[in-house]
């Protein structure tokens, strides 16, 4: 089965990038333990404004197990209105190793 890497490409305004973040932060605190993730980080692209967030998972079947208690970590925060456009979302089966 192959592994799967989720992506969010976040567009923050800039007075809510540093809230942002720190919902990252949470998000790979929320991570510990989750079963079948492999890697998860945030990167900031300071040029394009851009918030690149990725989770590398051992299966689709472990990404939907783990995203509802690695999500329930940011629920409570408002999101939508930190960002500036809506966020892309991208779930990518691994082709080559």
Do not use: C, K, Y
Request: charged share 25%; hydrophobic share 45%.
């Amino acid at each position: 089965m192959p592994r799967v890497l989720f992506h969010a490409v976040h567009h923050p305004h800039p007075q809510h990038l540093d809230a942002l973040l720190g919902a990252m932060r949470r998000l790979n605190e929320a991570a510990v333990g989750l079963e079948g993730l492999e890697e998860i980080g945030a990167f900031h692209d300071a040029e394009g404004g851009r918030v690149v967030a990725i989770s590398v998972w051992s299966s689709p079947e472990a990404l939907q197990a783990g995203s509802a208690r690695l999500f329930a970590g940011v629920a409570d925060l408002p999101l939508d209105r930190w960002e500036r456009r809506p966020r892309e979302l991208l779930t990518l089966p691994e082709v080559a190793r």
